[in-house]
């Protein structure tokens, strides 16, 4: 179908878990969600009527996906800024939420890292970086060691070297810079824990914040998220947070991935989009974030979040195999799962939820229910 | 497509509100929604890519969408249970739940009343009628007035007729009975108050209940639920209620429609399916009834529902005209629109809901909040 509905046409680029529960809020509120993707079998090409195939990198899909609707958004930032900005350009009616400009500048670790500084956010120091000889030259200036990040596309652990000696500089291989482009070195942060932070803000200005929440990494990969997490920095950083989602003129979900190193919450890594730490919402907040970011890209009103009970936990159903999943539906946990065809070992399958006065009594019930799924 | 998938496949029988958020529940659970409907425009068409067209009274139709599904379930107990049983026949490893001959049984208002009486469930007293003359003569039985009632196909007070007086009786159509079919007659119920109760029973027999809610109708059809509501015979209700699904060896999600007589509760009539009282679980309990619903047909262990605050209402958003509505997001209340695509005055186009410490706040702040809708 290529003629608009009265109700608002939202086009989701990409149809991977955060796609899909995009469109199952979508649903809910009466927004009419189109997903591109290239599989009828992708997580949300299965809850929508409105499945385009495609891949979001064509100009031909793009420019077809775009006169079906009127608000187009992302389920990640890894796109081609340029191929959409000129399909948009054709298609001026439609808004595209976060705007290209900010995804091009929080796609690129390099400028992310800039647009940081730039607003005084707290964040490790760091160059740019194109030649293991710059690295080595570089190397001498991070006395407790660094981290090569690619600049583009880095994403799970993916094109991420920690770098804590000489020795692994020396293991590193320096065809990694013909092979994977652009990087940027910055200091190694030794950190007590990880912890992220969301927020939400809509073009008038609107801006609603998360509870800080401590995420928990295996293998680069999140396994859990508990909170609320309270921390003597938290209001300092909500503050900046706002701040910096204004500077970039900022519509939509955006996640902080921050380090905590007792004393400072230093920002890690800017995620433009719905997040794996803010999961938990679904059933943990009187909003969750999906719902948050499509009032917020499609301008209404934000609700700010109130927690349910005092905790919430959220745990990663990680594949561990290549065989049928095996799901579990006897525990206390909330289930959300994505349909995924095939499982594979780290694949993110699903995640489960649970609500309770106490974040770490829910995690535990989380960690035990886990147990009880094969996958 | 008419391969079976690794999930497990659902067939909804029907497209409407119910059969869209029994979908949406089924997709975060992982099992996958087919819906059988007239329409591609139809609330549940819209939220799952496995929509077949045709009718849920064709046995063609019927027979394409059992081959489908692993399980076949309503959102109406309005249908043609002797072609559904025939074509079952025919799909011997699909499960139908509830059972057909459960919603036999209950579609029928004179087989439904019976089982009431056979069960001990306290209702009023009836008579089948098929005649304005035997109606005559019944009449006399009802000194506080009676009610007459279509034995198939009434719902939201089509098909009934409330006869308090000589004079209603004198100004009834006699043609009903050749227009309508089989009536029965029953004594009319002073009231305090209406309320429901809902339970969930799985084949093995698990069994859970929801609070007692009052449910306020407006000409005949559901305005607002709100509850939890006590009563001294709550307690004695639950446990015929239970007794009443085990004794039909039920299967899925059944309400019970209540009239408070203050000192009585009274069963008006049983719905063989999620129900309009229910709508608040969404938000208001550690689970749904859609969820619930499909727990127990798919044959797993039910969870038993808790409060998440101490109240909850539920309002709905009937349409008053035909014009197309506005939304409304600015308010407290959590929306869950239908995407219907007429308004319709009278018509159920979407509730809200709203959760907090007291039932009558709640009711308050979503009074206030439809007002906000253009319907």
Redesign the interface.
């Given at each position: 179908m290529s003629v608009k509905?009265?109700?608002t046409q939202i086009g989701i680029l990409g149809g991977g878990q955060l796609a899909?529960m995009l469109c199952?809020k979508a649903?809910?509120?009466?927004w009419?969600p189109h997903v591109l993707s290239p599989s009828?079998e992708d997580p949300a090409?299965?809850?929508?009527?409105?499945?385009h195939k495609g891949s979001i990198d064509n100009r031909t899909d793009l420019s077809h996906f775009f006169k079906n609707v009127d608000i187009v958004t992302f389920e990640s930032e890894f796109c081609d800024v340029n191929v959409i900005q000129s399909v948009a350009r054709e298609n001026k009616k439609v808004t595209v939420a976060p705007s290209l400009q900010a995804i091009g500048i929080l796609q690129d670790r390099l400028s992310q890292k800039e647009s940081l500084v730039q607003c005084g956010l707290p964040t490790s120091r760091f160059f740019e970086v194109s030649s293991y000889q710059d690295l080595q030259k570089l190397y001498s200036q991070f006395p407790k060691g660094c981290v090569l990040k690619r600049r583009r596309f880095g994403y799970d652990g993916y094109g991420t070297f920690v770098l804590k000696s000489k020795k692994d500089l020396q293991n590193l291989n320096p065809d990694v810079f013909e092979l994977l482009g652009g990087f940027i070195v910055e200091e190694y942060i030794p950190f007590k824990r990880e912890l992220a932070i969301m927020g939400f803000r809509n073009a008038s200005g609107d801006l609603v914040t998360f509870p800080l929440s401590e995420t928990y990494q295996e293998n680069a990969r999140c396994l859990w998220v508990k909170g609320p997490i309270f921390h003597n920095k938290a209001l300092f950083l909500k503050k900046k947070l706002k701040k910096y989602m204004e500077s970039l003129n900022y519509v939509g979900a955006m996640a902080l991935e921050l380090f905590d190193t007792g004393s400072d919450l230093i920002v890690n890594e800017v995620a433009p989009r719905v997040h794996n730490s803010g999961h938990y919402s679904l059933d943990g907040l009187t909003?969750d974030q999906f719902a948050l970011h499509l009032?917020a890209i499609v301008g209404?009103?934000l609700?700010s979040p109130k927690l349910?009970?005092g905790g919430y936990a959220m745990y990663n159903l990680l594949g561990q195999s290549k065989k049928?999943p095996k799901?579990s539906?006897?525990s206390?946990a909330?289930?959300?799962?994505?349909?995924k065809?095939e499982n594979r070992p780290g694949r993110k399958m699903?995640h489960i939820n649970h609500v309770s006065s106490d974040p770490d009594k829910s995690l535990k019930i989380l960690k035990k229910s886990a147990k009880e799924f094969q996958l």
């Amino acid at each position: 179908m290529s003629v608009k509905k009265d109700q608002t046409q939202i086009g989701i680029l990409g149809g991977g878990q955060l796609a899909r529960m995009l469109c199952l809020k979508a649903h809910e509120a009466g927004w009419e969600p189109h997903v591109l993707s290239p599989s009828p079998e992708d997580p949300a090409a299965q809850v929508t009527a409105l499945w385009h195939k495609g891949s979001i990198d064509n100009r031909t899909d793009l420019s077809h996906f775009f006169k079906n609707v009127d608000i187009v958004t992302f389920e990640s930032e890894f796109c081609d800024v340029n191929v959409i900005q000129s399909v948009a350009r054709e298609n001026k009616k439609v808004t595209v939420a976060p705007s290209l400009q900010a995804i091009g500048i929080l796609q690129d670790r390099l400028s992310q890292k800039e647009s940081l500084v730039q607003c005084g956010l707290p964040t490790s120091r760091f160059f740019e970086v194109s030649s293991y000889q710059d690295l080595q030259k570089l190397y001498s200036q991070f006395p407790k060691g660094c981290v090569l990040k690619r600049r583009r596309f880095g994403y799970d652990g993916y094109g991420t070297f920690v770098l804590k000696s000489k020795k692994d500089l020396q293991n590193l291989n320096p065809d990694v810079f013909e092979l994977l482009g652009g990087f940027i070195v910055e200091e190694y942060i030794p950190f007590k824990r990880e912890l992220a932070i969301m927020g939400f803000r809509n073009a008038s200005g609107d801006l609603v914040t998360f509870p800080l929440s401590e995420t928990y990494q295996e293998n680069a990969r999140c396994l859990w998220v508990k909170g609320p997490i309270f921390h003597n920095k938290a209001l300092f950083l909500k503050k900046k947070l706002k701040k910096y989602m204004e500077s970039l003129n900022y519509v939509g979900a955006m996640a902080l991935e921050l380090f905590d190193t007792g004393s400072d919450l230093i920002v890690n890594e800017v995620a433009p989009r719905v997040h794996n730490s803010g999961h938990y919402s679904l059933d943990g907040l009187t909003i969750d974030q999906f719902a948050l970011h499509l009032r917020a890209i499609v301008g209404i009103p934000l609700k700010s979040p109130k927690l349910l009970l005092g905790g919430y936990a959220m745990y990663n159903l990680l594949g561990q195999s290549k065989k049928a999943p095996k799901l579990s539906f006897s525990s206390e946990a909330h289930l959300h799962w994505y349909g995924k065809k095939e499982n594979r070992p780290g694949r993110k399958m699903g995640h489960i939820n649970h609500v309770s006065s106490d974040p770490d009594k829910s995690l535990k019930i989380l960690k035990k229910s886990a147990k009880e799924f094969q996958l």
